[in-house]
């Protein structure tokens, strides 16, 4: 940043906006999601051909071949959602009642939601600080004789270490599926995601960087994976099989046409936003070095290109006179800022996870067990903080204003 118009900026005004000043900024950062006359001509195309249902229709088909094809999968499989796509998947793998998956605290509770409504136990390992994706090492501490999948997840667009991933799940013959609701694009030593593990799962809802409001994906490599998938997808048909047969017992998790229409566009459009997310990270991250106590989240070296779905930073309180990270994200907003608190607290202790689980595992005859600690998890739940993605769609000056606000807050709290 200029430092110049820096000072300019901070000397016009140094009382907070949540104490009556002027906000740093008052105008909006870019609206999500966006569209064009392309998606108009799309649904409208839709709509005149009569055919809305996937099955005989050519969107939805073109789509998954699209989006498997830019993620260097051989197989693609919509679905409703992101959530269902994870169930899916686990329901493909043969995940049953009273196995155990290991997953991340640190994510969406649809991660952790959808082993139990499949029956199975979800096991909490904790983070790595650097990118808070799931540590390895603690993965595989968690084995037991019940583990049977692993479902990390790309968390806000870095990928987790698929290397050391894939090296604990083939040593222990465990499916490894990927959760990448948030990280279409993203590349890990040198690779798309999505296709790393035996499966991987997509989420088109609204916020995503790839969005049809609602919808989901799952890319395998393995035509047996994807079989199974596509069956559970299509309430239990076989591909080849007649209509009213059903050799699986599953719902429908179909995705319409209009979807795959608006997906299509939407997919055109990620390259370019991607591109333009990193190059603007790269620049904010670059600029916040100057605010004491906010310091973006590094990364892994070996992550090749983050998906940027939010851009993280480590709040240090006592920078901030000891305020809170819930106490800085209300004065950012004031100013104009939406900067926001991340998630709670781990999965691992949300109430309606400790409960299902404990219910499960009563049902089986097995002891209770105390929530999986997740210190690093923990760290993260305090002083964990994000800026959505659609605002790394915006001009460098306009990421001027989040260190303008943030440096306003500081010098306020912190002196
Ligand atoms: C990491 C993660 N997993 C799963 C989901 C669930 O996706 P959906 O909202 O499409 O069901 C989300 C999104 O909200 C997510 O962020």
């Not at 009382?15 to 999500?32: C, D, I, K, N, S």
């Not at 993280?312 to 926001?340: C, H, L, N, T």
């Not at 993605?389 to 010098?411: M, N, P, T, Y």
């Amino acid at each position: 940043m200029d430092h110049l118009a820096l000072e300019d900026h901070l000397a016009l005004e140094s009382q907070l906006a949540l104490e009556g000043g002027t906000p740093v900024r008052t105008a909006p950062y870019p609206a999500w999601p966006q569209w064009d006359a392309q998606e108009e001509r799309a649904l409208l195309e839709t709509l005149r051909s009569g055919n809305w249902w996937a099955p005989p229709g050519n969107q939805v088909h073109a789509f998954e071949r699209a989006f498997a094809d830019y993620h260097e999968a051989r197989y693609g499989i919509a679905c409703t959602n992101g959530s269902a796509a994870i169930e899916i998947a686990l329901r493909a793998a043969g995940v049953d009642w009273g196995d155990e998956v290991i997953t991340t605290p640190y994510t969406f509770i649809a991660t952790a939601a959808s082993c139990l409504l499949v029956g199975a136990i979800p096991r909490f390992a904790d983070l790595l600080p650097n990118t808070w994706n799931l540590d390895p090492d603690q993965v595989e501490a968690l084995i037991t004789p019940r583990t049977k999948a692993i479902l990390p997840v790309h968390i806000a667009g870095e990928p987790a270490d698929m290397d050391a991933l894939r090296a604990v799940a083939r040593k222990h013959g465990l499916v490894l599926i990927e959760d990448a609701a948030q990280a279409h694009g993203a590349m890990w030593n040198g690779h798309k995601i999505g296709a790393l593990g035996d499966m991987g799962t997509f989420s088109f809802q609204a916020s995503k960087n790839v969005s049809s409001g609602e919808g989901g994906m799952i890319l395998t490599n393995s035509q047996e994976w994807a079989e199974r998938c596509w069956s559970i997808v299509n309430v239990g048909r076989s591909p080849e099989g007649a209509f009213y047969q059903h050799v699986n017992l599953a719902s429908n998790y179909r995705l319409a046409e209009w979807m795959g229409a608006v997906l299509r566009v939407q997919l055109g459009r990620l390259e370019e936003q991607t591109e333009r997310r990193l190059a603007n990270a790269a620049y904010l991250a670059e600029a916040l070095s100057v605010v004491p106590g906010l310091t973006p989240v590094p990364g892994d070296p070996r992550t090749t290109r983050n998906a940027y779905h939010l851009f993280r930073v480590w709040y240090d309180p006592q920078a901030f006179g000891g305020k809170s990270r819930e106490a800085f994200s209300a004065a950012m907003e004031a100013e104009g800022i939406p900067m926001r608190a991340g998630y709670p607290e781990p999965l691992s202790r949300q109430q309606v996870i400790v409960q299902r689980s404990a219910y499960i595992r009563q049902r089986l005859g097995l002891p209770a067990q105390e929530p999986d600690p997740c210190p690093v998890c923990e760290d993260v739940c305090r002083r964990g903080m994000w800026l959505y993605q659609s605002l790394l769609l915006a001009e460098q000056s306009d990421l001027d204003d989040i260190v303008a606000a943030a440096i306003k807050v500081q010098r306020a709290w912190g002196g």
